[in-house]
């Protein structure tokens, strides 16, 4: 079935590095490709996403582009800040229902 | 305009008894998606409901969970005969249709079984 693999472990960095965040997935068909962010004591919100190869979505500094050839949506960031301090999370969206299947997520640490 | 909200938003009980959680989705919005978090995991879906119809219910683990939405709002998630493996963090969703639409994310019931 349909799933998402996001890479190992957390990340810790310091303020102003790059951030990048990889995510692959296994589909059948044409997914929906989803990050998501939890900040501390909050709940899932939706950070961005893309409907189709080649879109490229993008919010608060971060991007991703649905890579059909590598099934790929990495997450960047050019510049983090102490505020980006939280749990991401890559999803797509399977059937004619938009359930969400969920990466484990990683966790994200900004060091000032 | 209000989010979705759940409760309680902790809940802790013995093995073997019956939980009820409650989701109040945001006003309009048809559709309703429970979901489960299990700590160090991402959330797993469980149910969806388009209107007062369970559409997909492929992601309940057994027979011990159900889920209802009589008038097709408000979602109560039950749990019969829990059991410890039940503990996560358990989570509404609602968006205004399904295909294309974004998922609005309440806070989650934490429940623990002793």
């Known amino acids: 079935g349909n799933s998402v693999t996001q890479m190992e472990g957390p990340v810790t960095l310091s303020e102003e590095a790059f951030l990048t965040i990889n995510c692959t997935y296994t589909?059948?068909?044409?997914?929906?490709l989803f990050w998501y962010v939890q900040y501390p004591g909050e709940g899932l919100q939706l950070l961005l996403k893309?409907?189709?190869?080649?879109d490229k979505g993008s919010n608060k500094g971060f991007e991703a582009t649905y890579r059909k050839e590598t099934t790929s949506f990495h997450l960047e960031k050019g510049s983090v800040q102490v505020s980006d301090s939280a749990v991401y999370f890559c999803?797509?969206?399977?059937?004619?229902?938009?359930?969400?299947?969920f990466g484990k997520g990683n966790q994200v640490v900004v060091i000032p | 305009g209000a989010g979705v909200s759940q409760t309680p938003s902790n809940k802790v009980t013995e093995k073997g008894k019956y939980v009820e959680l409650r989701c109040d989705p945001i006003?309009?919005?048809?559709?309703l998606y429970w979901y489960r978090q299990s700590l160090g995991q991402g959330p797993e879906f469980l149910i969806y409901f388009q209107g007062t119809g369970a559409a997909d219910d492929s992601g309940l683990p057994n027979d011990r969970f159900f889920a209802v939405r009589p008038e097709g709002s408000v979602s109560t998630l039950k749990i019969q005969r829990t059991e410890r493996g039940d503990s996560a963090v358990y989570l509404c969703?609602?968006?205004?249709?399904?295909?294309?639409?974004?998922?609005?994310f309440g806070p989650g019931t934490r429940l623990t079984v002793l």
């Open positions: 969703a609602s968006s205004p249709r399904t295909k294309g639409s974004e998922q609005f």
């Open positions: 589909a059948t068909g044409y997914p929906s």
């Open positions: 999803a797509l969206s399977e059937g004619g229902n938009n359930r969400l299947a």
């Open positions: 006003s309009g919005h048809t559709a």
């Open positions: 893309a409907t189709k190869a080649d």
